[in-house]
Structure formats: C-alpha cells, structure tokens
C-alpha cells in the first residue's frame, strides 16, 4: 500500500500562475486534509473533507479552492499564485474523528 | 484556536528526560502528538481523548489534565532518534479539524 501519494513534490510558480497539488490515498479514509507549513513553523489547515462530495473551509482557505469526486483523491488548486502561498504542502487523511492523520510527504512550492 | 507550546527549542545529551506542553485557552476535543524530522512529514505519536488520560509509547509518554485544557507530552532516557520538531495538535469540536503548535524544536546530542 502507498498510503497517502503527493505530486509534484517540488514546484516553481510565477505569479499569477495557476496549478493543482495532486492527493490520493489508498487507505479509504474518508476524512482528508490539505495543510500549509511555513518555514519554522506549524501546520495550518487549508481545507477538509470528510467524505466524497463534501469539502469545507480550515483556518487559511483564502487562494485555494478543493474538490472531492472519490474517496481516493483530494486535489488542491491555486488561482493566481502569490508570493505568500510560497510554503510546504501537506496532504493527510484519517478514518475519522478521535483517530490519527496520516500525512503525505509533502509538495514544496515556491512562487516567485 | 492555535494552543501555545513550550519550549520552543531543548537541547538534551542521551539519556536525559525532557517535558513538552500544550496549552489550550478552551476544553478540548482530544489533542495528537506528531514528530516531524527535517525536511519529512509528521509522524502520529498518540493521541489523547479522555481527561486525565495517559498513555506511553516505548519511552514516550504523554498526559491530557482533567480539565482537557493541557496536555504534556514526555520524553525519558532520550535517544538520538528522537530529535526533531514536536508538535501538538488540538481539536476543539471534535471534528479532527487540527489547530497546531508552533513546535518545540528537540536536538539529542551524544
């Protein structure tokens, strides 16, 4: 088993580009996770899901938007790329409430 | 709500114990426990649900205080395998939804 697959692992934007940061899991949890983690610092909650067709706003979801069509995937899209989205990005999953996540190995993105 | 962790950074010689806490202004849903090494992803710990729990995990230890406000999290007779960045993340409705630590920064020297 893979668990959970990020692509790409490194990415340089300009701004104003666009792009998509690519999750799948195969452990069929149903709950997903997009985080940011800025150099020397935490994790901070994009968006969540915690079933196909149902995503919901984290604590940072201002540049971003998310789809969730299957249980598998959980694709993270960038509109316009700005300087402050520069920053690590963490995909992780969880069979539900009260039970650990699992993080992907993360897309390092760099908007210049 | 983001909890406030202590230290920010601890420097330990093999062997030595060390102490990480995770406060939080408001009750808790459940609170995690994640290492991350340079340059990799979080690592799960444990996990705490329950006022005054405790559990441990081979030399790693941690607490969740009654009032599920506080949890601690402890590292006995460290290792070099320990070092890294620690974090806790807390849950405030029970949604799993992770509020993190800024992260306590461990360096296990021989």
């Known amino acids: 088993n893979a668990g959970v697959t990020q692509t790409p692992k490194f990415r340089i934007l300009k701004i104003g580009q666009s792009m998509t940061l690519q999750c799948t899991q195969d452990m069929n949890h149903n709950y997903m996770y997009w985080y940011r983690q800025d150099p020397g610092m935490g994790l901070k909650l994009i968006y969540y899901s915690v079933g196909a067709g149902i995503t919901d706003k984290g604590e940072v979801p201002n540049g971003y938007n998310v789809s969730r069509s299957t249980t598998e995937d959980f694709p993270l899209r960038l509109e316009l790329a700005a300087p402050s989205q520069t920053s690590v990005y963490f995909c992780?999953?969880?069979?539900?409430?009260?039970?650990?996540?699992?993080f992907g190995p993360g897309t390092r993105l760099t908007v210049t | 709500q983001q909890p406030v962790q202590s230290p920010q950074a601890v420097i330990l010689r093999e062997g030595e114990d060390a102490v990480i806490n995770c406060s939080s202004s408001k009750a808790l849903y459940s609170v995690h426990w994640y290492r991350q090494k340079h340059g990799e992803a979080p690592v799960f710990l444990m996990i705490l649900l329950k006022g005054g729990e405790q559990k441990g995990h081979e030399k790693i230890s941690a607490s969740f205080n009654e009032k599920k406000q506080q949890s601690s999290l402890y590292l006995t007779a460290s290792q070099l395998s320990y070092s890294g960045t620690y974090f806790c993340g807390t849950d405030e409705w029970g949604a799993n939804n992770l509020f993190f630590g800024t992260g306590t920064r461990l360096t296990v020297i021989p």
């Open positions: 992780a999953t969880s069979s539900g409430s009260g039970y650990e996540q699992y």
